[in-house]
């Protein structure tokens, strides 16, 4: 085939059927968001490339090898990869540092440039939300649960276990670093490639590693908790003895590091055994030092994202669309979209068939999904009236026309 018409590999069209499951997890997502506040944002798909390139790490495997660069005039420009960076720009450009605790939800594309297969793609979506100004762990406690009932909202309770770290603090940090590299280093030559590059670098990435003999090493490598601050630990402990008393279950997985480099504290991840190798449906963390690294006003902040593509498949169907009502002109067509017309101005949703004899229209009237058929004779149509036929049950009565609308109305809120 001709690349002209074929779409981009890693893209996809989603037909009306796929974006209804989309729309329902966007819309379902945004709905539990509300509910804690939250407002959403839009920000631009394309950002400077320094946006993303200071904030997720020069080292992250999102900027090293994931992001779709372009230059335009003296610019070098970026297609997003994920939300966080372009939100944290915004608010910084927008002086929002003024409206704080600020809490804002996001929704759209990204571009990634990975190995396409099942569930990863080159453009997928995100939903996500970000919450900014509030240091207390009780903030982490209500993210994460947020997390949780918008999954238990689109149904997905059972398919869905969640895993929770920390990443401590800064001193926390160094510390476990130092005890990370002590462990490796004797081993450097085993290591893959990458890895070898970030032991340098960033050697907590290391526990991110997706190679084999990496991860055989890494499951003997001292842990995050072993070397967390009281501080620290006691803030994670707030946060774990939080998701107990809502009744939110999980795991501790002291393994669990987020790809990017501005977390802290909690880093947490839903995932599921439902999708093969790529499990995880919705990950997050704190991430209190990266507007002050932007060069905005510190501002700490906690946030998670989610993979609509993969919710998507969990989800099979989603609840059905508004049935119809099949409108089949037998006679006068012109009348007959006139009378479609006053229907849909009144909400009512109409499929209003073109042609084909009476048993092809009541085919279509049924592969719409119709819960009516209005059949418009021409005998009926002198007396002011139509035919009413209930598909589901078969009868069908003679109604005046200008009975129609209150009893397809009344129908409707049934
Ligand atoms: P992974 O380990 O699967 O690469 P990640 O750590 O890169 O995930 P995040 O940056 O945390 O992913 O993005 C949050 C969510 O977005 C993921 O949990 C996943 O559901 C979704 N996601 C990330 N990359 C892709 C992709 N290429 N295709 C589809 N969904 C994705
Ligand atoms: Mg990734």
């Known amino acids: 085939m001709s690349t002209l018409l074929q779409p981009v590999r890693g893209t996809h069209d989603l037909l009306p059927e796929d974006t209804r499951r989309h729309r329902h997890v966007e819309d379902t997502a945004f709905a539990v968001a509300r509910r804690y506040g939250y407002g959403e944002v839009v920000t631009p798909i394309f950002e400077f490339t320094e946006v993303f390139a200071r904030t997720l790490g020069e080292t992250s495997d999102v900027v090293t090898k994931e992001m779709y660069t372009f230059t335009m005039g003296e610019d070098s420009l970026t297609l997003r990869p994920e ?3 372009g939100v944290a720009r915004a608010f910084i450009s927008n002086g929002l540092s003024q409206s704080l605790p600020l809490k804002l939800f996001y929704r759209g594309p990204m571009f990634r440039h990975e190995r396409p297969q099942k569930g990863r793609q080159r453009q997928f979506h995100q939903v ?3 919450f900014l100004g509030v240091e207390s762990p009780l903030a982490d406690v209500e993210v994460v649960s947020m997390g949780w009932r918008m999954l238990e909202a689109l149904g997905l309770k059972g398919k869905i276990q969640l895993e929770i770290n920390t990443l401590g603090d800064l001193d926390s940090r160094t510390a476990y670093r130092n005890a990370l590299v002590a462990y490796l280093e004797p081993m450097r030559l085993t290591l893959s490639e990458e890895s070898r590059a970030r032991l340098d670098k960033n050697p907590l990435r290391i526990l991110d590693s997706k190679d084999e003999e990496d991860r055989r090493i890494v499951a003997q490598a001292p ?3 072993d070397c967390l601050t009281p501080a620290a630990r006691e803030f994670f402990d ?3 003895a939080g998701l107990t008393a809502l009744g939110i279950p999980f795991t501790v997985n002291p393994k669990l590091v987020r790809g990017l480099d501005y977390y802290c504290h909690t880093a947490f991840e839903f995932t599921t055994d439902a999708l093969g190798a790529q499990g995880t449906v919705l990950a997050g963390g704190r991430y209190d030092g990266l507007i002050g690294q932007m060069g905005g006003p510190a501002t700490p902040g906690i946030g998670w994202a989610a993979g609509v593509e993969r919710l998507s498949m969990l989800l099979g169907e989603a609840p059905p669309p508004e049935r119809p009502v099949a409108l089949v002109p037998m006679g006068d067509a012109m009348a007959a979209l006139a009378l479609a017309d006053r229907l849909r101005a009144a909400g009512i949703s109409v499929d209003m068939g073109f042609s ?7 085919a279509r009237a049924a592969k719409a999904g119709a819960r009516f058929a209005i059949i418009l004779g021409e005998d009926e149509a002198a007396r002011g009236a139509v035919t009413l036929r209930d598909l589901d049950s078969g009868e069908q ?6 009975r ?8 409707k809120s049934e």
């Open 83 to 85: 939300g966080t960076a």
């Open 128 to 130: 996500g939300i970000e």
């Open 223 to 225: 842990v995050m908790t």
């Open 238 to 240: 707030q946060v774990t």
């Open 356 to 362: 084909g004899n009476m048993k092809k229209r009541m």
């Open 397 to 402: 009565a003679e109604v005046a026309e200008e």
């Open 404 to 411: 129609l609308l209150g009893l397809l109305t009344a129908q």
